[in-house]
């Protein structure tokens, strides 16, 4: 049986955050601007409050997030997302590979999540190859990748520390999902 706090944690790394927020687009100072006025306002601070505790100016957290800066430096926008729950990634813009290196499969079903994928993403992989099991489910409009992690995880042996681990977290993974399907 899996211990739930275990789980929890092991939920909280794979997420990185309470809440995901998923920007696909090229980031430039306007869009994190953008994104840190919407997690400011969902959170309840103010703009005096964030500046604040980030440790810059009001007027020139204002200013970002209204698109009107030109320049910051790159120790203030992690202060600020920070301070909101965000987190800066960067990646190519395009899967150069799969998420893991997959036994018996090809490259091109690593990158299109065959149900083989996607069982050896669970029971050979990391937490960052889970992590990119979880971004793609979030990405995709449709249910689809999600119909094929299920029935992946239904045939897989729960004895398999890491199959009932993934399998516990699973539920909480495709609720937190679930409004990205709703928009779509």
């Not at 789980?7 to 809440?19: A, E, Q």
């Not at 893991?100 to 083989?116: C, F, I, N, S, V």
């Not at 029971?123 to 995709?140: F, N, Q, S």
């Not at 299920?150 to 993934?166: S, T, Y």
Request: hydrophobic share 45%; charged share 25%; proline share 3%.
């Amino acid at each position: 049986m899996c211990h739930e706090n275990f789980m929890k944690r092991l939920l909280s790394s794979i997420l990185d955050l309470s809440r995901l927020v998923l920007y696909t687009g090229l980031m430039n100072l306007s869009s994190i601007g953008y994104l840190i006025a919407q997690e400011r306002r969902a959170k309840g601070l103010t703009l005096t409050a964030l500046a604040s505790s980030a440790g810059v100016g009001r007027s020139t957290l204002a200013a970002l997030e209204s698109g009107k800066l030109p320049e910051l430096g790159f120790v203030k926008v992690v202060r600020l997302c920070e301070a909101v729950g965000l987190v800066l990634e960067a990646r190519s813009l395009e899967l150069d590979a799969p998420l893991m290196p997959h036994r018996h499969l090809t490259e091109a079903a690593g990158r299109d999540l065959t149900k083989a994928a996607i069982e050896d993403v669970i029971v050979r992989g990391d937490i960052a190859a889970w992590r990119g099991l979880v971004r793609a489910i979030r990405a995709r409009q449709q249910g689809g990748l999600v119909n094929r992690v299920q029935q992946v995880v239904a045939a897989l042996n729960r004895d398999d520390p890491k199959v009932c681990a993934f399998a516990t977290l699973l539920p909480d993974i495709l609720r937190r999902a679930q409004p990205d399907f709703d928009h779509a």
